[in-house]
């Protein structure tokens, strides 16, 4: 699993990867969503946009119900 950061002109900031033996594929989306998120708020960056190509994750993550 893997996820990267760009700056507002899309030039690379910084990248994480990491081993999760998880077999189910929504939450190891769902885990490097989180350690994505867990990086930006260390780094104190201000905006972060997030993409997925995980119609499931997004789905959990935007549920207000």
């Known amino acids: 699993v893997g996820g990267l950061f760009r700056d507002v002109e899309a030039r690379w900031i910084r990248g994480f990867v990491g081993d999760i033996s998880i077999l189910d594929n929504t939450r190891v989306?769902?885990?490097?969503l989180l350690g994505g998120f867990e990086i930006s708020w260390r780094k104190r960056f201000a905006h972060v946009v997030c993409y997925s190509?995980?119609?499931d994750a997004l789905s959990l993550m935007t549920d207000t119900s």
């Open 29 to 32: 989306e769902l885990l490097t």
């Open 53 to 55: 190509d995980s119609t």
